[in-house]
T-cell receptor, first 113, second 112 residues
C-alpha cells in the first residue's frame, strides 16, 4: 500500500530557481493538501484541493502554485525560490473534508541557498 | 485569520510521569483531530473528536473536546519512551469544511 508518495525526498535549490514537488496518492481521495513545516514549528497550509480541477489557497500561498488535473496527482510548483522557502513540505490526502483523517507523505526537505 | 495555539511548546518528563498538552482555537471548530509526529517523521493521525464535551480514550491517552468547541486537550498517563514526539491538534473551522488548520505543536521528551 503506497498511500501518499512524495518526490523528491531532498533537494537543494539556488535562489531564483524553480522546481515542482510531486505528490501522488492511490487511495482515490478527493481532498489533497500541501503543508510546510519550518524547523521546530507547526504545519502551515499552503494550498488544498477538494477534487480534480479545484484548488484554493491556504494560510501561506505566496510563492507557490498548484494544479489538480487528476484525482491522483497534486504537484506543488515553486517559482523563483527564496531562502524563506527552506522547509519540509508535506503532502496529505483525505477522503472527506469535515471528518476525514489526513494521510501524510514522508515529506520533501527543500533547502534554498 | 484563524489561529490554533498549543501549550506548552515543550515538555520534558521522567518516564512514568503524566503529560498534558492544551489546544486553543481563536474560532469555533466543527471538529478537532490529533496527530503525532516522531522525530524526523511525518504526522500520523491519532483520533478525531466531533461533539461538544466529547471524551475519548486510547489506552493511556485521553482526549477531550471543550464544551464551546474551541479548545481540546490530550493527556498521557504514565509516559513511556515510545511516547516521544510532537503532538499536534488540528481543527476544521466552522466556516470552512475543507481547511484543516494545525496547532503549533507540543514536543514531548521522556527521560528513561
Amino acid at each position: 500500500n503506497a498511500g501518499v508518495t512524495q518526490t523528491p525526498k531532498f533537494r537543494i535549490l539556488k535562489i531564483g530557481q524553480s522546481m515542482t514537488l510531486q505528490c501522488a496518492q492511490d487511495m482515490n481521495h478527493n481532498y489533497m493538501y500541501w503543508y510546510r513545516q519550518d524547523p521546530g514549528m507547526g504545519l502551515k497550509l499552503i494550498y488544498y484541493s477538494v477534487g480534480a480541477g479545484i484548488t484554493d489557497k491556504g494560510e501561506v500561498p505566496n510563492g507557490y502554485n498548484v494544479s489538480r488535473s487528476t484525482t491522483e496527482y497534486f504537484p506543488l510548483r515553486l517559482e523563483l525560490a527564496a531562502p524563506s522557502q527552506t522547509s519540509v513540505y508535506f503532502c496529505a490526502s483525505s477522503a472527506g473534508g469535515h471528518t476525514g483523517e489526513l494521510f501524510f507523505g514522508e515529506g520533501s526537505r527543500l533547502t534554498v541557498l | 485569520g484563524q489561529q490554533v495555539m498549543q501549550i506548552p511548546q515543550y515538555q520534558h518528563v521522567q518516564e512514568g510521569e503524566d503529560f498534558t498538552t492544551y489546544c486553543n482555537s481563536s474560532t469555533t471548530l466543527s471538529n478537532i483531530q490529533w496527530y503525532k509526529q516522531r522525530p524526523g517523521g511525518h504526522p500520523v493521525f491519532l483520533i478525531q473528536l466531533v461533539k461538544s464535551g466529547e471524551v475519548k480514550k486510547q489506552k493511556r491517552l485521553t482526549f477531550q473536546f471543550g464544551e464551546a468547541k474551541k479548545n481540546s486537550s490530550l493527556h498521557i498517563t504514565a509516559t513511556q519512551t515510545t511516547d516521544v514526539g510532537t503532538y499536534f491538534c488540528a481543527g476544521h473551522p466552522m466556516d470552512s469544511s475543507y481547511k484543516l488548520i494545525f496547532g503549533s505543536g507540543t514536543r514531548l521528551l521522556v527521560r528513561p
